[in-house]
């Protein structure tokens, strides 16, 4: 029986492997050339080489210089080294040097934070009762490229120590008794999936580059993809060599590489053109141009203007400024989530877009204007040619005119015609995440609690660790133990969960003039709900009332497909059985508790509020009133949608209670949605356009609100 | 079987001994498409595993469960956690370390490939492995302690109710799959591991729908449905019937079929590397990814390997057109992006138009 290959099939492509792509390519080659433009973050669909580019860089990157021995491979020359070998130096040593490949270090999504900043080393307290600081990833990472994968993913504790050492080019660590500090420059490199959700504006912006990668539309490169992954295709390393070369010299060219005021100019001009936020773009921007030069002396042998051009500038301007506009597409792929949340936001005070348009084209005019003064050189127009025809190592410049009118298309100056709508984001699109108590979830710290039930076996030993000294006793060497724990040592882990939220709307479907409308409204608002649900993790159930019941049309789903199939037909007609779908609704969260009892449950009631069919034979309003009672019992959150049109009182504020008044309510006087959303606790709307938006706006408020 | 000591403290395992208790992969009435998806994966577990979607009782976790018994023989490091192959440059890091300490050629054994499940309430320190306690307390040694990725090496890795699984362990997944390694940086362990898994996942779609970048993962899908024939009902039943009566006479019963099968993937694992894949048809696969506009160019790598798979298992040497067609639907529909309120490609009309011009 032969043995089967598991080894083989999966191979990594190297970086000239990777068809296409000439966009991604550039800027990830950009930020080797030039570690200060501060990383790159590549955005786009699945299955697009995303994280194999990413990775296959580490083939290409040009060596770097290194003290021998130092945990976080100072480089020598740098002004900032680490304490050991600041000690060294200043007592007059001489630092050995040597030269080491860089790497592309990983921080993985599970990584916890100890093991990123470093922290106490356990061994060497446990065994020797040293105090010894373990270097964690950040340390690693000096000098080298930092992968995150999924970054959008990152838990929000990772995300802020990793700003922190971004920001300052240092990782401080304070834990554990342990105050130390090192060197942790690195080059940031980001992938991610819109799909999943989107990337705090705060980490976004520390991206010097940013792409939108789609995959290839030419069946002729889709083919080349499939071969070149093929096992038998033969790798021809020679490719890499020489790109990894040309890095190297685009890299010693850097320093001799001059910006003309012209082009800072321009860069400032597209800057303030594009509303990006802060100032970061124009430096990024600046130095962006100037590694493109760079690597243009480098590979292509016609150009050796050491100016920066235009066409230098315009190149990389979108890489610069795609993830900085203040627009909320932000242009190139538009996401799920994007779409989802324009809705919701659009509501408040819809922007007009024809003006700001015109604005742009205007400025897109401008822009343009300022190509065609600065003088476009020889090697500008040919190498953008030659990033047209797909490849930074294709060689072959391409022919002059047809790549001219390229070049126009493929500049900012077309991009900059985009509309800016200034939209609002609202909380970025996370989930709400609470502290679990169920041994569920990502262990992201400990603590000390009274009786452990969780230990946080790395905490509790590094607790344990100073005392061993003092605890060293006859009967632990009898025992053979290597550490003693006292009850005082204990710690227990912390851990993280994100959870959805379970809105659960309860339509009145009993017959009345709008039914129909209102049934599409809530329909259509579950599945605009449902898509951003998708990002969101949220399910959505939904329970009718009328005639003598209530009936749950969608279990919990987060399904969009499971909902519009549920949703095609829904029936209308008939009494009005409000307490019995109350009592469904309360019954459905009930058990959706049982199941998870950290789960969010929202309740949506879109009725005119007048029940008129008896559950236990009292009257309707009372039953219905002792209903929505229990739903504050059970701390559920509400919020009323009143569809009733002719109601008295005015809608879109909490009213006040008139049941005080008297047992009965007098006549339909009263406001009978606004008093079951009081007793709820809960939110009254009025809707007097029964549409998705009047449904969805108020949802998202509550959302928004509570998380 | 030896080496199973170095397991036997797992109970996430579906062991020889417990072989008896699993209903026979050839006893499975209809339910083609999802037999043929286990299978071209035993045959090329680089096609990258397989998602089942289907409503409750549609025999998906029966299925998977007793693919384990067709499954061929791999050639593994005696002792080793991770089941490293010793013919392979992927190595864990002890195996590696006892290279570099001059042992000329690591020990091996022949192993049957595994089915190892993952449960799905399964706590993320179980899955990516953890500091081991007994170690730390005993010794102070730092010591790592091996999770469910470090079984699923080179293994069929299983999760039933896949769209329920946690959202972190959803990311340590998507990170091993991505990269066919297991990189542990937590509780002061840093520790790295080979990690790489044909991925079987089952869901109910009812209950929510998966992550996209998840769903990407999985080399195929195909979707069970409820048989509607009334004879092939009553068969199901009869048969069920009969195994839970008597397991042991029922498995005799099939033992043959069983054994004919397995020859039959052993056989096509033999084959595939000679079948070969004509230019005309992968311009075929990436034209068809094009007109579905699937998102990325994972279909094209699959369909092309799931179609040499198909070959092989017909004991053919040349994949066409046909194969790919075949195996169209199981690759392409999961990775058509969903456009609510929009009727999607119909892959097999699709296919049948683009290949047809072919």
Not at chain 1, 407 to 416: L, Q, S
Not at chain 2, 216 to 244: A, Y
């Amino acid at each position: 029986m032969s043995a089967l290959r598991v080894g083989a099939p999966f191979r990594i492509p190297s970086w000239s492997e990777v068809v296409g792509q000439p966009r991604m390519k550039l800027a990830l080659l950009l930020a080797a050339v030039d570690p200060t433009i501060g990383g790159v973050l590549i955005r786009g669909e699945r299955g697009t080489a995303k994280s194999t580019l990413a990775r296959a860089l580490a083939g290409i990157l040009p060596k770097r210089r290194a003290v021998l021995g130092c945990p976080y491979s100072c480089d020598p020359q740098d002004s900032r080294l680490c304490p050991e070998c600041e000690a060294r130096v200043n007592a007059g040593e001489q630092l050995a040097v040597l030269e080491i490949a860089t790497k592309v270090v990983e921080l993985p999504l599970g990584a916890s934070e100890d093991r990123v900043v470093g922290s106490l080393d356990l061994e060497a307290a446990v065994r020797e009762g040293r105090r010894v600081f373990q270097p964690g990833l950040l340390a690693e990472a000096n000098g080298q490229v930092l992968y995150v994968d999924e970054v959008n993913l990152l838990d929000h504790h990772l995300v802020d120590v990793l700003l922190d050492a971004a920001a300052m080019g240092v990782n401080v660590v304070e834990r554990e008794g342990i105050s130390m500090h090192h060197p942790a420059r690195f080059v940031l490199i980001g992938t991610m999936n819109p799909e999943e959700g989107e990337l705090r504006p705060q980490l976004l912006d520390r991206f010097g580059l940013c792409v939108d990668v789609e995959g290839l539309r030419d069946a002729a490169q889709r083919v080349l993809v499939m071969e070149k992954n093929h096992p038998d295709h033969a790798r021809d390393p020679d490719q890499d060599i020489a790109l990894a070369a040309d890095l190297t010299k685009a890299r010693e060219l850097l320093g001799t590489v001059r910006v003309p005021p012209a082009v800072v100019r321009t860069a400032a001009a597209i800057a303030v053109d594009q509303q990006v936020i802060g100032h970061r773009a124009d430096l990024v921007l600046y130095r962006a141009a100037r590694a493109r030069r760079a690597l243009r002396l480098a590979q292509d042998g016609a150009a050796t203007d050491p100016d920066v051009s235009l066409q230098d500038l315009l190149e990389v301007s979108d890489l610069v400024l795609v993830h900085r506009r203040r627009s909320l597409g932000s242009g190139g792929i538009p996401t799920q989530a994007g779409e989802a949340q324009a809705p919701q936001e659009g509501a408040e005070g819809s922007p007009s877009t024809a003006s700001p348009a015109d604005d742009a084209a205007e400025a897109g005019d401008g822009a343009t204007g300022d190509q065609e003064d600065g003088p476009p050189t020889e090697g500008a127009t040919s190498s953008a040619g030659q990033d047209q025809e797909g490849g930074m190592s294709s060689g072959s410049p391409g022919p002059g005119s047809p790549a001219e009118v390229e070049v126009a298309d493929a500049t900012p100056a077309g991009r900059i015609q985009l509309p800016r709508e200034r939209l609002r984001r609202h909380g970025s699109g996370r989930r709400s995440q609470t502290a679990s108590r169920d041994r569920r979830g990502r262990y992201v710290g400990a603590t000390v609690v009274e009786k452990t039930t969780d230990l946080a076996l790395d905490a509790t030993l590094r607790a344990a660790a100073p005392h061993q000294l003092s605890r060293s006793s006859p009967e632990a060497d009898r025992d053979r133990l290597a550490i003693r724990l006292e009850r005082r040592d204990l710690r227990q882990k912390i851990r993280q969960r994100r959870i959805g939220n379970l809105i659960v709307f309860l339509v009145d479907a009993s017959a009345s003039m709008d039914a129909e409308q209102r049934m599409d409204a809530t329909r259509s608002a579950i599945l605009a709900l449902l898509k951003d649900a998708y990002v969101r993790r949220d399910r959505v159930a939904m329970i009718s009332f009328s005639g003598r019941a209530a009936r749950t049309v969608l279990r919990p789903t987060a399904s969009v497909d499971l909902a519009e199939r549920q949703l095609s037909r829904l029936a209308v007609g008939g009494t009005t059985p409000l307490t019995q779908g109350l009592v469904a609704s309360l019954d459905l969260i009930r058990s959706e508790r049982m199941r998870d009892p950290e789960v969010l449950p929202l309740l949506v009631l879109i009725s005119d509020g007048r029940g008129n069919i008896s559950m236990r034979g009292e009257e309707p309003l009372v039953e219905a009133q002792q209903a929505a009672a229990a739903v504050r019992r059970e701390q559920i959150r509400a919020l009323v949608i009143d569809s009733a049109r002719d109601h008295l009182s005015p809608p879109g504020q909490p009213q006040p209670s008139t049941a005080a008044n008297g047992p009965r309510f007098a006549g339909y006087a009263f406001n009978a949605c606004a008093d079951l959303a009081e007793r709820m606790g809960g939110q009254y709307f009025g809707l007097f356009d029964v549409s998705e938006q009047g449904i969805l706006r108020p949802v998202a408020e509550a959302l928004r609100r509570s998380s | 079987m030896s080496g199973e000591g170095a397991w036997a403290a797992s109970a996430t395992i579906i062991r020889m001994s417990e072989y008896r208790q699993v209903y026979p992969f050839t006893a499975l009435v209809g339910q083609d498409r999802m037999r043929l998806a286990l299978e071209l994966n035993a045959v090329n577990p680089a096609i990258g595993g397989v998602l089942i979607r289907g409503e409750k009782g549609t025999a998906k976790s029966t299925a998977v469960r007793a693919l384990a018994r067709l499954l061929p023989e791999l050639k593994v490091v005696r002792g080793c956690h991770y089941s490293c192959d010793p013919d392979s440059d992927h190595l864990c890091q002890d195996c590696r370390g006892r290279l570099e300490k001059g042992e000329e050629r690591l020990p091996w054994e022949m192993r049957r490939m595994r089915v190892v499940e993952l449960p799905i309430n399964a706590s993320e320190d179980r899955v990516v492995g953890s500091i081991d306690l007994e170690a730390a307390i005993k010794s102070g040694e730092r010591r790592f302690e091996p999770g469910v990725l470090a079984e699923a090496n080179r293994q069929i890795l299983y999760v039933d109710e896949v769209n329920l699984l946690d959202d972190h362990i959803v990311d340590v997944l998507l990170d091993a799959a991505a990269m066919g390694v297991n990189v542990v940086e937590r509780e002061g362990i840093s520790v790295w591991h080979p990690a790489r898994f044909i991925l079987v996942g089952t869901m109910n779609p009812e209950e929510g729908d998966l992550r996209p970048q998840l769903l990407d993962r999985f080399g195929l899908c195909v979707d069970v449905r409820g048989i509607t024939d009334v004879r092939e009902r009553v068969e199901i039943v009869l048969r069920r019937e009969q195994f839970e009566d008597d397991p042991e006479a029922f498995m005799a019963a099939f033992s043959e079929r069983e054994e004919s099968e397995r020859e039959r993937i052993q056989r096509a694992i033999s084959g595939l590397d000679a079948v070969e894949v004509a230019r005309e048809v992968l311009e075929g696969i990436a034209r068809l990814a094009i007109a579905l506009e699937v998102d990325g160019h994972r279909a094209d790598l699959v369909a092309r390997k799931a179609a040499q798979a198909l070959s092989a298992l017909e004991g053919r040497t040349r994949a066409g057109v046909a194969e790919v067609a075949a195996v169209a639907p199981m690759v392409m529909a999961h990775r058509i992006r969903s456009q609510p309120g929009q009727r999607p490609h119909d892959v097999a009309e699709v296919a049948g138009r683009i290949l047809g011009e072919a």
